[in-house]
């Protein structure tokens, strides 16, 4: 629930290295989102993990890059201060926390810090049990 909202929202992930939430409208059709809207950070940017995209194929200079982002997540007030937070793995198998931020009426994230980088790449169940729709 994303905006706080009692339905269902969905986040997801790109392979450009951002990640868009989706809010449920208030249409009786299950299935009805609105256009995914930018996560960003405390700083107004875009939230961002994973290998920058590439302007020109010669800047593909490993197999890394090529598999853009990856992103996995999980979404939880992991430092239990009353506002969700982000865990997130990318293609280089970091895992990144982003804090909550409780920034006027939108959702908003501090920049992220690093937490570890693990031996391979996070899958979607194994960076936690949180399910992707929030």
């Not at 200079?61 to 979404?75: K, Y």
């Not at 969700?84 to 293609?91: M, Q």
């Not at 920049?111 to 790449?121: A, I, M, N, V, W």
Request: glycine share 6%; charged share 25%; with cysteine.
């Amino acid at each position: 629930h994303w905006n706080a909202a009692a339905k269902a929202d969905i986040l997801c992930g790109t392979q450009q290295r951002n990640l868009y939430v989706h809010l449920k409208t208030d249409s009786l059709d299950p299935l009805d989102f609105s256009a995914g809207e930018l996560v960003k950070l405390t700083t107004d940017e875009p939230l961002r993990v994973g290998p920058p995209v590439v302007a020109a194929s010669e800047d593909a200079t490993d197999f890394t890059i090529l598999q853009g982002s990856r992103i996995v997540f999980a979404v939880e007030d992991f430092d239990q201060d009353g506002i969700d937070d982000l865990i997130v793995g990318d293609t280089f198998a970091q895992l990144w926390a982003f804090r909550g931020c409780a920034q006027e009426s939108k959702r908003r994230f501090h920049p992220g810090e690093l937490l570890t980088k693990l031996r391979r790449s996070a899958s979607p169940t194994g960076i936690a049990t949180a399910n992707p729709i929030c």
